[in-house]
């Protein structure tokens, strides 16, 4: 694997990676559409740049491209996070389950959109992607200490909104 422009290795730096960078933009705008052609366009970007970016640094010139295109876009608008419905109810759940589940998540979508973008962001590519807070500093260009605060203070404000967290 010497040379971004050799299409397998494009495809496989592609396969790798897209899926992530996906949910990592995804959890900031919080708009499918908008987070695949972001996605899009920077792998289109690292296309058009393969002579200049090494295979060891793709991945990281995808995330800086997929974030600096995510606030060009966010200074035109903001954008809230509206959440897929995630929920697999069962028949065999009672009516009240059913409502109090739906009223839990409701609490959950409010105090997740009330965090700041960065703690949000974090808090779910942990939580929901499984992302150890090494790779989430390497996708925000941070230290891992920063990381661990975001988290700390996403999982501090949450508590706070929500009992059971």
């Known amino acids: ?90 028949s065999n759940e009672t009516p009240e389950f059913l409502m109090e589940e739906q009223e839990y998540k409701q609490k959950l979508d409010n105090a997740l959109n009330s965090l700041p973008e960065n703690q949000r962001t974090t808090f779910l590519l942990n939580r929901i992607d499984g992302k150890k807070y090494a790779e989430i500093a390497e996708m925000e260009g941070v230290s891992v200490k920063a990381i661990e605060k975001r988290m700390h203070l996403a999982l501090k404000a949450l508590r706070s909104q929500i009992d059971g967290i």
């Open 1 to 90: 694997m010497d040379n971004v422009c050799e299409e397998e290795v494009f495809s496989h730096l592609f396969k790798t990676n897209s899926k992530t960078v996906f949910n990592y933009i995804y959890y900031k705008f919080g708009n499918e559409e908008k987070a695949y052609d972001v996605v899009q366009e920077a792998f289109v970007k690292l296309w058009e740049n393969c002579k200049k970016v090494s295979p060891e640094k793709a991945k990281s010139y995808v995330y800086t491209v997929a974030n600096n295109l995510y606030l060009n876009v966010i200074k035109a608008e903001k954008v809230r996070l509206k959440y897929a419905d995630r929920s697999n109810i069962t």
